[in-house]
């Protein structure tokens, strides 16, 4: 994964590969049949990571929308500390492959978190789809704009902060009085 966040996909071969390893260059390819099999098992290997995070947060949370603020906090998380894997993530999603599809599902289960804080009443009505590409616009920009350091709140101290949390305040449905 070093070599991913360091370079990027084109960073990544398998000759890269085995010298990062320190093994010959030849051994990864007894273990993946290309370059693009490597990626793929480096794709599945972060989904799975996000699919973990959705799943601690439904479990620990006592509500769709604390899951969902789970969720945001946790993906935003991951995008700052891993950019390049997270937005090589969004890039696979909108290929017409098995791993878009798995990865486009595994976005789509916020689009579900969305749905369920909507059905409690937790979470103002609208499109759900729409409202988690809202979300996952404003995890991704915020981490994104950190990396450069055009994240930092004026009076605060800091790279960048998580503005996902707001939003997703703004977007709460007000308790009837």
């Known amino acids: 994964m070093g070599l991913l966040d360091a370079g990027g996909p084109g960073a990544v ?6 010298n990062a ?10 273990h993946y049949q290309d370059k693009r099999a490597l990626l793929e098992a480096m794709v ?3 989904l799975d990571q996000m699919n973990a995070a959705l799943t601690r947060a439904r479990l620990k949370a006592t509500s769709p929308f604390e899951a969902l603020e789970l969720v945001a906090n946790q993906y935003f998380d991951f995008a700052m500390r891993f950019p390049v894997r997270y937005r090589f ?10 791993l878009g599809v798995e990865a486009r599902q595994a976005f789509e289960a916020v689009t579900g978190l969305v749905q369920a804080a909507q059905d409690a009443g937790e979470l103002r009505v609208g499109d759900a789809a729409q409202i988690a590409t809202l979300i996952f616009g404003a995890v991704f920009g915020m981490a994104d704009l950190a990396q450069f350091g055009l994240a930092a709140v004026p009076g605060r101290v800091g790279t960048g902060e998580n503005l996902a949390p707001l939003l997703l305040n703004l977007l709460r ?5």
Do not use: H
């Not at 071969?13 to 085995?18: E, F, I, N, S, W």
């Not at 390893?21 to 007894?30: C, E, N, W």
């Not at 993530?89 to 098995?98: I, K, M, N, P, T």
């Not at 449905?173 to 009085?177: I, P, Q, T």
């Open 173 to 177: 449905r007000e308790k009837d009085s």
């Open 89 to 98: 993530l969004f890039e696979v999603s909108r290929e017409d492959s098995a």
């Open 13 to 18: 071969t398998l000759r890269a590969v085995g």
């Open 21 to 30: 390893a320190g093994i010959s260059q030849s051994a990864p390819y007894r």
């Open 44 to 46: 599945r290997a972060n």
